[in-house]
């Protein structure tokens, strides 16, 4: 399996109730933040170096992606009457996944800061 298929398939895992309609946008997402992670890596380190943390850390940035899509495309407010019904933001859950991400990788990137051990 490449690398973007590893990636999209964990991705997938974390997208509760995943259409498969959504799959190209996915793969493109995927792609987008392997290659992002890979030029962010540190001289000498390769994804297949920290493959498992490499994986996930590029499967939670595409899913804070999708999340992100996903609310850009669903209405914020309807009102209905006397009736106003408001969705919640998910602006927070991106970013509590990007950063989740950064953790994940901060040991091998370039120019990052990270409490490796004492």
């Known amino acids: 399996m490449i690398l973007t298929e590893r990636i999209v398939a964990q ?4 997208i509760r109730d995943f259409e498969e309609q959504n799959l190209p946008m996915l793969e493109l ?4 933040a392997e290659t992002t992670l890979k ?8 994804a297949e170096d920290c493959i498992a943390d490499f994986v996930a850390s590029a499967a939670l940035f595409a899913v804070a ?9 669903q209405m914020e407010m309807v009102t209905v009457g006397d009736l106003t019904l408001r969705r919640k933001s998910t602006d927070a859950a991106a970013c509590c996944l990007r950063y989740q991400a950064e953790l994940l990788m901060s ?3 370039a120019d990052t800061f990270a409490f490796v051990g004492v």
């Open 65 to 73: 992606a999708m999340t992100e899509l996903d609310e850009i495309a």
């Open 39 to 46: 030029a962010k890596l540190r001289d000498g380190i390769r």
């Open 29 to 32: 997402l995927c792609r987008s």
């Open 11 to 14: 991705a997938k895992l974390l």
């Open 107 to 109: 040991p091998y990137m």
